[in-house]
């Protein structure tokens, strides 16, 4: 009952030239998808450090979306190749170590594909939602400590 | 403290009929750091920029945020005006809040919601941001044009009149090209060499030209403006500067019997050969693969005919190395092989023959002085099929695109055909006529109507051989798909246009991208249609796919002008994200530990190796070092290193680690 | 075993073949210790016996031994794997590490890579039945179950970083988690910091973990954090065809890549 | 021993004995014990997948899913509609994840579309051929016009065999057993079988068309590789010849009578007193085959 006014909170790594520029068409096209998904642009999916996937988790995210350029179609030629072994890596760690890699939604997304975009991040909220809230992270958490932590500035 | 503003876009209706774009504006300006916040109507506007550049300077803002559409669209119109008030520019951020926020969601508290966070985590990011410099790099003012066709002339010609140097490099003893290798042109029908070899010529004699025939690209390093490029010049057994280009070691030579590469196999050569008698350079070189000195030892007949000793067997390929600003890869295309096609009998029938092959018969100074006869015994065919799409069009042969310049030379073919024969019937077997371009439809028209060329319409299964004919069966689709035979007494295929068999590997060495076709890829199929994703590498011609003579020669002198531009400064500015290895004072110098994992990560060869040395020229450590003018910003490294000792500048690890905490903690 | 040691460190250290040897020395409570030899005298403190099975490939890279000049190594299996590894990232150069070892009851001693490969590629690398047996038996659970395995394992890390000590690989001077630029890993040893710093560790040793074992032996806390990297070595010999340790000049697994690599989980 | 499953189909227990005797003798030959698939059903030829997608696809299934259970991983389907069935469902299950739930629901069995269909040529390739020139001991020395029709080699897309206008392997085989395969130009075209009953007098012309210009260009005998194939150009013979005006007497064998023939077997075995035109090839002493040349004249 509760889990079904839950609205999971998903963050999307993407690469400029084509996810980015792919949900950008999404948007031209004006296609509808969940407002529960944001999106942060990389240069390349090689860019994309997995402290940073490990942060969001903590952070609260519930899903996270990574898409980048499809293969052989990087923007530098080969960072995405580069990304995709790690990640094979990354989901195995992840996973031997009892964090669900079925929330980790890996996509490619290119600048023509609006409508995959849409169906990539509507299908990730349904699958998010359906798995609940990440209680694992939440009774581990300390926000007051992270909060400290980082807004000294 | 940085000073943040905060200017909110309501793009007419786009953005605010979904957001409440004033309370975005209100409550980001709430946020820690913002000290000024705003929304306007049309922020890209004239007066949206004016409101920017006046805030800046009225509320001293370090900072600037523009919540509007995608940066793709607007980040260079804002960046520059923040850099108009004075501002570093690269302190500037969007926030997406059109494509990926009011255009993909309904109205609702939810989607202002959205629009806020977004503007929340592009403050906390633009907080980390530094201030950056547009990097400068020094340019070499030659261009090297790869590939002496028609592309490959225009462009060196074009550039070299600009007032540039040009080195233009060719890997056949002539220049010319497969259009040097043509009778006439469509639809003009004017005879080809006489419009090519004066072009040809004033290659060979303009100053700002250098030209290397028999030569090929060995490598290339460096970068835009900065490239290095090795150039094999293959030996030509020849003392070029003694020879006068007599041509009496050609005549004298006793290996006779050699197919001509130029003739497509229909006519023969010598070993040491002039590959045509309007060849620039017109001297000749020597086969060695098939010159009896080198194969057996014996002979040296030219040498001892020749009038002025230039004859050298004992020549090396020799290796120079150039610098350049520029390349133009021109290299040209390639006519599908004959084991494609068992089912015509390529290979297996003399008298089936490719367009290249019709070409050289129809040619005035081809094997036969233009005189249209059929390779087996010499005879003029009565009846001739020119079957288009041979291998086209056919995701079965593995080509599924369309080769584009075959409709209108087959239309050529029949009609040069018809005009030398004039009891001749052309039949040509089509798929469509694909005649799009100046004068072409009228052209094709021409071909059917005025001299009377079957077309049928309908795919060709097989030609096989019966009774001393070619029966070619195919089926007429606009008669009930019925199966038609002609009996014929000579075939052309209009075989499919592809890359050059090197093309991979020229494409490997220059570091630009190609496509599965192994054509090269341009960096954008409209908008940069010469340019490549190496910056500083353009392409012209066939060599990015099938091409006919005035595309070829447009998109030289597009390249050309690119070209020309780059070399119209001194310097050349580039956005300045790019990585960098930090430096820290000794004796720590950096936290790069010098493991070189992300050496090999970088797609553009921009890690290198820096040494740091003792007073005594002793190396204490070995570290990564980025060329700033290689790197293109991806990344790659910076996720790799586990040190974090790279960081990404515009991305840096402060910016996105910032970003993913706002973007989840309010 | 341990005379034949002693004479030969002997030889090597009054010949000047090499300046230091790090090898077994007797520590308290009749535990094994590193001990580090500058004097043929001080050679008689060598031991070698079954239960010197430690690697002390770690302290190759430390300034305080580099600074001593040429050094020679008493090497385990592991600590030879470490050496090439090392190599491998440009850390130790050809001839530069003399490394003693055993082969079949025979004292070896060699500084060249090519034959110190030619030794490890007659070895068997596998991971330990026990410890095979351990991964096996977290991967049949379900994530939760693994899940909950692993917290309670985490909340017992105090962060006293004698993991990375004791690691080969973690040669780095300054360490991720000591980064503050942003404060990637929490300073402060609750659950979730943690977490933080033995995915990390795990995540930079993966394709370079030699599975000698060292990070677990030496955890006071006695987490099997060796496992979190052990679990990766068989998939990425697996995917990619890599193996860390066996030659001088491989190239990393996550430095490159096959166009063809597995991507069944990408949409 | 190899074994190896067989997937016989309607016609070899009926019009087409003489093909599974040369098959299983031949197989034999070289030791390979062929297993029927116990249970077989129809494979839905013809018909079925012009009507009902489901059901075209479920018998083959069944067919496929009861080899798989009898760890039947290759399984030789002489028949080349039977071939080319089995193979596009292979193709179709792999496919479609969803339709492969679906038909596995139907036929009530689990299937993990990994059995692998042989045509007899790529059995033959398989299994035989690098032992055949050491077994040949009579051998085939006449002109063999290898005939593959439509079913073996297409769609081209989904079996991935041969070439499909103009196929070899077939050529290749019967070189291997001494036989001179000629070149020729009807080697994939129709011989009409989708008409067999209805329009005999289609057949004639087609097949006719195909006999005409074999033996125009002197072969001695057709090779095939296909049941309705050979009964087209064998059984219908009469009519053929009526087209033709002539009577042409050339028998058409299959290949695996023609690889039987050459390692020894005798014509009892292969069931060559089951053609209806009949197999009197003439003496010949181990001479070459009559010379070929592409051109021939003949009385237009």
Not at chain 1, 26 to 54: E, H, Q, W
Request: net charge neutral.
């Amino acid at each position: 009952m509760e889990n079904q006014e839950f609205e999971p909170k998903i963050v999307a790594f993407v690469c400029n030239w084509c996810t980015y520029a792919g949900a950008d068409l999404t948007g031209t096209s004006r296609i509808k998808y969940g407002a529960n998904v944001k999106i942060i642009r990389f240069p390349c999916t090689g860019r994309i450090d997995f402290m940073l996937l490990m942060k969001a988790f903590e952070n609260g995210a519930d899903g996270i979306i990574i898409s980048g350029c499809h293969p052989n179609d990087c923007h530098y030629s080969t960072g995405n190749f580069h990304a995709r072994r790690r990640w094979v890596v990354f989901r195995n760690l992840l996973n031997f170590s009892g964090i669900d890699t079925e929330r980790i939604q890996f996509s490619w997304v290119s600048a023509a594909e609006g409508f995959k975009w849409a169906d990539v991040v509507n299908n990730t909220i349904e699958k998010v939602r359906a798995l609940g809230p990440y209680e694992n992270y939440k009774k581990i958490n300390v926000p007051t400590l992270f909060a400290k932590e980082d807004n000294n500035e | 403290m940085a000073r943040v503003g905060v200017f909110v876009c309501h793009c007419g209706e786009n953005i605010s009929a979904t957001v409440d774009c004033e309370k975005v504006a209100k409550e980001s300006g709430d946020l820690n750091s913002v000290v000024f916040s705003t929304d306007y109507k049309y922020m890209c506007s004239d007066p949206g920029q004016t409101l920017i550049k006046e805030a800046i300077k009225e509320h001293k803002l370090d900072r600037v945020v523009v919540a509007a559409c995608s940066p793709r669209m607007h980040e260079p119109t804002f960046r520059k005006a923040c850099s108009e008030a004075g501002m570093n520019p690269y302190l500037c951020e969007m926030a997406n809040i059109r494509e990926h926020c009011s255009w993909v969601h309904p109205k609702s508290e939810e989607t202002t919601a959205k629009a806020g966070d977004l503007v929340r985590t592009i403050v906390e990011k633009v907080k980390k941001n530094k201030p950056l410099q547009a990097i400068k790099v020094p340019i070499t003012k030659t261009a090297i044009v790869i590939g002496g066709g028609v592309a490959g002339i225009q462009s060196a010609l074009d550039i070299a009149n600009c007032g540039h140097k040009v080195i233009m490099v060719e890997k056949q003893p002539s220049i010319g090209g497969h259009m040097s290798q043509l009778s006439e042109t469509f639809p003009t029908l004017d005879c080809s060499q006489c419009i090519l070899t004066p072009r040809m010529v004033e290659v060979a004699q303009h100053p700002n030209i250098t030209l290397y025939t028999y030569a090929e690209i060995e490598s290339v390093d460096g970068f835009i403006g900065n490239f290095k490029v090795k150039i094999r010049r293959k030996s030509k057994s020849l003392d070029e500067n003694l020879c006068t280009g007599c041509g009496l070691c050609t005549t004298k030579c006793p290996k006779k019997k050699i197919p001509n590469e130029f003739e497509r196999g229909l006519g023969n050569r010598t070993a040491i050969y002039v590959p045509f008698p309007q060849a620039v350079p017109n001297k000749p070189v020597i086969d060695r693969e098939n010159c009896n000195y080198y194969q057996k030892g014996t002979c040296k007949v030219c040498e001892k005919v020749c009038p002025v000793q230039a004859i050298r067997f004992d020549q090396e390929d020799q290796i120079i190395e150039v610098e350049a600003g520029a390349l133009v890869v021109c290299t040209g295309f390639d006519v599908l092989k004959p084991n494609f096609f068992p089912e015509y009998g390529y290979g297996k029938y003399k008298d089936v023959i490719d367009g290249l092959q019709f070409e050289r018969l129809a040619s005035a100074s081809g094997p036969t002085k233009g005189e249209i006869r059929r390779p087996s015994d010499g005879e003029i065919p009565k009846k001739i099929v020119f079957i288009a799409c041979a291998g086209s069009r056919d995701p079965a042969k593995g080509i599924e695109y369309c080769s584009k310049i075959c409709c209108m030379y087959t239309a050529k073919h029949a009609m040069l055909y018809k005009h030398k024969v004039h009891d001749g019937t052309p039949y040509v077997f089509y798929m469509d006529i694909r005649a799009g371009g100046k004068m072409y439809e009228e052209f094709v028209r021409r071909a059917i109507v005025e001299d009377d060329t079957k077309y049928i319409r309908g795919r060709v299964s097989t030609v096989f051989e019966r009774n001393g004919k070619l029966i070619v069966r195919g089926a007429d689709t606009l008669m009930g798909a019925q199966p038609v035979e002609i009996e014929a007494d000579m075939v052309v295929l209009a075989s499919a246009g592809v890359s050059n068999p090197d093309s991979e590997e020229l494409a490997q060495r220059l570091h630009v991208s190609y496509d599965a076709y192994k054509f090269f890829a341009e960096a954008h199929p409209k908008l940069k249609p010469v340019e490549t994703n190496t910056a500083g590498i353009f392409l012209a011609g066939a060599c990015q796919a099938p091409k006919d003579i005035p595309e070829s020669v447009a998109a030289a002198s597009g390249a050309a002008v690119k070209v020309a531009a780059l070399f119209s400064n001194s310097e050349l500015t580039r956005e300045p994200v790019v990585a960098e290895v930090n430096r820290q004072a000794p004796p720590v110098f950096s936290t790069c530990t010098g493991c070189f994992l992300c050496e090999k990560v970088c797609p553009y060869q921009a890690i290198e190796r820096e040494e740091i040395k003792d007073r005594n020229g002793n190396v204490i450590k070995t570290l990564a070092r980025i060329n700033k003018g290689l790197c293109q910003g991806c990344g790659t490294c910076v996720a790799l290193c586990r040190v974090k000792a790279i960081d990404l500048h515009g991305f840096s690890n402060q910016q996105m680690y910032s970003e993913v905490m706002a973007l989840l903690n309010f | 075993m341990s005379d034949i040691l002693i004479n030969k460190v002997k030889q090597l250290l009054s010949d000047k073949a090499i300046d230091i040897f790090i090898g077994h020395g007797e520590g308290t409570g009749g535990r094994i210790r590193p001990i580090f030899v500058r004097t043929p005298e001080d050679a008689e403190q060598l031991i070698f016996n079954e239960n010197c099975k430690q690697s002390w490939a770690n302290y190759l890279l430390k300034p305080e031994v580099k600074a001593a000049g040429k050094i020679g190594m008493m090497a385990t299996k592991h600590a030879l794997r470490a050496m090439m590894q090392l190599a491998s990232e440009f850390q130790i150069k050809d001839n530069e590490v003399l490394a003693l070892y055993w082969d079949n009851n025979e004292l070896k001693s060699s500084a060249d890579f090519k034959e110190i490969e030619a030794y490890l590629a007659s070895q068997n690398h596998d991971i330990l039945p026990h410890e095979q047996e351990m991964i096996d038996k977290l991967n049949a659970m379900t994530t939760q179950e693994r899940w909950d395995f692993w917290q309670k394992e985490y909340e017992k890390c105090i962060k006293c970083y004698a993991c990375r000590s004791a690691c080969p690989m973690c040669y780095c001077h300054h360490c991720a988690a000591e980064g503050n630029q942003p404060q990637w890993i929490p300073v402060a040893s609750h659950q979730l910091g943690n977490m933080d710093w033995h995915l990390m560790r795990a995540m930079h040793l993966s394709g370079r973990c030699i599975n000698c074992g060292a990070c677990a032996k030496v955890c006071p806390m006695h987490i099997p954090l060796n496992l979190l990297t052990y679990n990766l070595i068989t998939p990425i010999q697996q995917e990619f065809g890599a193996i860390a340790g066996m030659k001088h000049d491989a190239t990393y697994a996550l430095s490159t890549f096959k166009t063809e690599d597995k991507e069944n989980f990408i949409l | 021993m190899i074994r190896l499953g067989f997937y016989p189909g309607c016609s070899m227990e009926g019009g087409a004995r003489e093909y599974q005797e040369s098959v299983i003798a031949l197989a034999k030959v070289f030791d390979i014990e062929l297993i029927q698939i116990p249970d077989w059903n129809c494979c839905g030829a013809t018909a079925a997948h012009n009507l009902n997608k489901e059901l075209s696809l479920s018998l083959p299934t069944r067919i496929l899913a009861l080899a798989e259970k009898n760890e039947l991983m290759d399984i030789v389907v002489p028949c080349a509609a039977c071939y080319s069935r089995l193979t596009v469902t292979n193709h179709e299950l792999n496919k479609d994840k969803s339709l492969a739930d679906k038909v596995c629901d139907v036929i009530d069995m689990p299937y993990s579309g990994n059995v692998n269909v042989l045509n007899i040529i790529q059995f033959i390739q398989k299994y035989i051929a690098d032992k055949l020139e050491e077994k040949v001991t009579t051998p085939f020395n006449y002109n063999v016009a290898c005939y593959y029709g439509c079913l073996l080699v297409r769609p081209n897309g989904i079996l991935k065999f041969d070439r499909p206008e103009d196929p070899q392997t077939m050529d290749i085989l019967v070189k291997k057993a001494g036989g001179n395969a000629i070149d020729w130009a009807y080697k994939a075209e129709c011989c009409g079988a989708g008409m067999s009953v209805s329009r005999t007098d289609i057949v004639a012309r087609l097949s006719g068309n195909i006999i005409r210009d074999a033996v125009e260009r002197k072969a001695e005998v057709l090779a095939v590789a296909c049941p309705m194939c050979h009964s087209n150009l064998d059984m219908r013979r009469p009519e053929i010849n009526k087209f033709l005006k002539k009577e042409v007497d050339v028998p058409v064998l299959y290949i695996s009578q023609i690889l039987g023939l050459a390692v020894g077997l005798d014509a009892k075995t292969l069931g060559l007193q089951r053609h209806m035109v009949a197999v009197n090839l003439p003496e010949k002493k181990a001479e070459q085959p009559a010379p070929i040349t592409n051109t021939i004249k003949t009385e237009a």
